[in-house]
C-alpha cells in the first residue's frame, strides 16, 4: 500500500461519517494484513473515543486500529453514559483480528460516603463507577433501554446546568450549546472536556489580540498574564486550568452534586447486570478520604452488585514525588491485594482523555510486574464476557453461571479466561456463532476453549 494512501485512510478511521470509517478500515485491514504484529502481552482496557472525548479525536474504529497496529493482545473501548460505539468496536476487532470489549462509565451517587470524596476529588458521595463487557445494546423499547437513554438526558441536562451557570458570569464568551458544544460529539452526547474545548476557542475568536485573550484568563485564574501565555502553549494544559476556574470544584460554574444529580450506585449496578454486563469499581488511587480504607469501600460496592475493578495504574506509579509516590504503590499494593482475595478481575487502561497519557500501560515496569499477570488475567475475562455473553447467553453475571459456579469465583474466573484466550474473533467466525443459536454456540466456544483453538 502505499504510504500517502495509508495516512489518507488512518486519518479518514476518526470522520464522524459511521460508512467513511468502515470502509477506510476495511482497506487498511486488506492492506496492511501482512505486517500487522503478532500480539503481545500488553492491554489498554479502558480507553475512552469521540463519543465521549478522546485526546487525539479517535473513533472506536481508530482506537482498534491503534491497539491492532501497536500489538497489543486486547483492548476495550470505555466511553462516558453512552454505548455508541459497541458495534463498530467489536466489528473493528473482528475486521483487524483483535480481541475486543466494550464499557461504559458515569457517575453515580453513593449515599453512605454522602460526606467524603471516593474518585471525583471535590464531589462528596459522587462515585466514577463502570458496567464492563458489554456485548450488545439493550434492545429498542426494553426497561435497559429506557435507562440509557435517561443516563445521556441526564448527562446532557448537567452540561446544560453547567453551560447556563458559567454563561451568566461570563456574557463576553458564552456559549450556544446546541451550536457549539453538541456538533463535538459524533453522538451529540458531548463531556464536560467538550464544553471546556468550546469556551477555549470561544475566548479565542471573543479576544483576537494575544494580550487581552491572556488577560482574560489571567484575571480568571488569579495568575499573570505570562504565565497564561505559557500555559497556552499547550492545549491540555491550558484546558485543564480553564476546566479547574469553570467547572470544578471552586469554580464559577461548579454547583455542589446531589443524590438527584446523579444515578444512584445501586440503580447503576442493577442496570448493569441487566445488561448482562459486569459492574465495575472504578478506583482512583487510594489517597482520598473515601478511598483510604479501601476493604471499607469495596466492600458497600459490592454489597450493591459490583463484581470487578478498574485501575488506571498511571495515577500511581507515573509520580514525581518520591513520597507521595510511595504512598499511593503502597495503595496500589492494598487494592491489588483485595481484588485478589475476592477474585475480582481487574480492569486496567490509560483512558486516553488527556494529553501525556500513554497508549498503553508498561507493565513490566518495576512498580507494575508483580501484576503483570492479574492486569492480563483482568482482560481475558472480560474478552471472555463479551464473547459467552454475545454469543451462548452466558454472562458473567447471569443466572446460568452463578448455577454453575456458585460462589466458587476463582472457577468462573478460570473458565470466562479461557474463552478470552481464544485466539480474536474473525467476522467469519462471528457469523458462524451467530448463526449457531446460543445452545450450540454455548458448545462450541466451551469445546474451543478446552482446546484452546476454535472448533467451528
Known amino acids: 500500500m502505499n504510504p500517502s494512501d495509508n495516512t489518507r485512510l488512518i486519518e479518514q478511521l476518526d470522520s464522524f461519517d459511521l460508512d467513511e470509517r468502515a470502509q477506510a478500515l476495511k482497506a487498511l485491514?486488506?492492506?496492511?494484513?501482512?505486517?500487522?504484529?503478532?500480539?503481545?502481552?500488553?492491554?489498554?482496557?479502558?480507553?475512552?473515543?469521540?463519543?465521549?472525548?478522546?485526546?487525539?479525536?479517535?473513533?472506536?474504529?481508530?482506537?482498534?486500529?491503534e491497539a491492532r497496529r501497536q500489538g497489543l493482545f486486547a483492548a476495550g473501548l470505555c466511553d462516558f453514559d453512552v454505548l455508541d460505539g459497541l458495534e463498530e468496536f467489536l466489528a473493528a476487532g473482528q475486521t483487524l483480528g483483535l480481541r475486543a470489549t466494550v464499557n461504559l462509565e458515569t457517575r453515580a451517587f453513593c449515599?453512605?460516603?454522602?460526606?467524603?470524596?471516593?474518585?471525583?476529588?471535590?464531589?462528596?458521595?459522587?462515585?466514577?463507577?463502570?458496567?464492563?463487557g458489554f456485548a450488545r445494546s439493550p434492545t429498542p423499547g426494553?426497561?435497559?433501554?429506557?435507562?440509557?437513554?435517561?443516563?445521556?438526558?441526564?448527562?446532557?441536562?448537567?452540561?446544560?446546568?453547567?453551560?447556563?451557570?458559567?454563561?451568566?458570569?461570563?456574557?463576553?464568551i458564552a456559549l450556544d450549546y446546541d451550536a457549539d458544544v453538541l456538533p463535538l460529539s459524533p453522538g451529540a452526547c458531548p463531556t464536560e472536556r467538550h464544553i471546556i474545548c468550546a469556551y477555549r476557542e470561544k475566548a479565542k475568536a471573543a479576544f483576537k489580540k494575544p494580550v487581552?485573550?491572556?488577560?482574560?484568563?489571567?484575571k480568571m485564574m488569579k495568575a499573570g498574564p505570562s504565565d497564561v501565555e505559557t500555559w497556552s502553549k499547550n492545549i491540555s494544559v491550558m484546558?485543564?486550568?480553564?476546566?479547574a476556574v469553570l467547572a470544578k470544584s471552586g469554580g464559577i460554574g461548579y454547583e455542589r452534586p446531589t443524590e438527584k444529580t446523579f444515578p444512584p450506585v445501586d440503580e447503576f449496578a442493577a442496570w448493569v447486570r441487566e445488561c448482562q454486563a459486569m459492574p465495575?469499581?472504578?478506583w482512583l488511587d487510594g489517597t482520598t478520604r473515601g478511598e483510604a480504607d479501601s476493604k471499607a469501600m469495596m466492600e458497600c460496592l459490592r454489597e450493591r452488585g459490583v463484581c470487578a475493578l478498574n485501575i488506571i495504574p498511571d495515577r500511581n506509579?507515573?509520580?514525581?514525588?518520591?513520597?507521595?509516590?510511595?504512598?499511593?504503590?503502597?495503595?496500589?499494593?492494598?487494592?491489588?491485594?483485595?481484588?485478589?482475595?475476592?477474585?475480582?478481575?481487574?480492569?486496567?487502561?490509560?483512558?486516553?482523555?488527556?494529553?501525556?497519557?500513554?497508549?498503553?500501560?508498561?507493565?513490566?515496569?518495576?512498580?507494575?510486574?508483580?501484576?503483570?499477570?492479574?492486569?492480563?488475567?483482568g482482560a481475558r475475562i472480560m474478552v471472555g464476557q463479551t464473547l459467552l455473553a454475545r454469543y451462548a447467553n452466558f454472562a458473567y453475571v447471569s443466572a446460568a453461571a452463578q448455577s454453575e459456579f456458585g460462589n466458587n469465583a476463582r472457577q468462573k474466573n478460570d473458565f470466562f479466561e479461557a474463552v478470552g484466550l481464544l485466539p480474536p474473533l474473525t467476522t467469519v467466525f462471528a457469523d458462524k456463532l451467530e448463526s449457531l443459536g446460543p445452545d450450540k454456540s454455548s458448545a462450541c466456544?466451551?469445546?474451543?476453549?478446552?482446546?484452546?483453538?476454535?472448533m467451528i
Open 29 to 65: 485491514a486488506m492492506g496492511c494484513r501482512t505486517i500487522l504484529p503478532e500480539p503481545l502481552p500488553r492491554v489498554n482496557m479502558h480507553l475512552h473515543s469521540f463519543f465521549s472525548y478522546n485526546t487525539k479525536g479517535y473513533s472506536p474504529s481508530r482506537i482498534a486500529w
Open 111 to 132: 449515599r453512605d460516603y454522602a460526606q467524603v470524596d471516593i474518585n471525583s476529588p471535590g464531589e462528596p458521595g459522587v462515585a466514577y463507577i463502570m458496567g464492563a
Open 142 to 172: 426494553s426497561r435497559a433501554a429506557a435507562t440509557l437513554l435517561q443516563y445521556r438526558r441526564q448527562a446532557g441536562e448537567r452540561n446544560r446546568s453547567l453551560v447556563a451557570r458559567i454563561n451568566v458570569r461570563l456574557p463576553e
Open 212 to 218: 487581552a485573550l491572556f488577560a482574560f484568563w489571567a
Open 239 to 243: 484546558e485543564d486550568k480553564i476546566r
Open 280 to 282: 465495575m469499581a472504578a
Open 317 to 377: 506509579h507515573r509520580i514525581a514525588d518520591p513520597a507521595m509516590r510511595a504512598v499511593k504503590l503502597q495503595k496500589l499494593a492494598e487494592i491489588m491485594d483485595l481484588a485478589e482475595k475476592w477474585q475480582f478481575p481487574v480492569n486496567i487502561g490509560t483512558e486516553m482523555n488527556k494529553d501525556g497519557q500513554p497508549f498503553v500501560d508498561d507493565t513490566g515496569s518495576e512498580a507494575l510486574r508483580p501484576y503483570h499477570a492479574a492486569f492480563m488475567r
Open 445 to 454: 466456544l466451551r469445546e474451543s476453549a478446552r482446546r484452546c483453538s476454535w
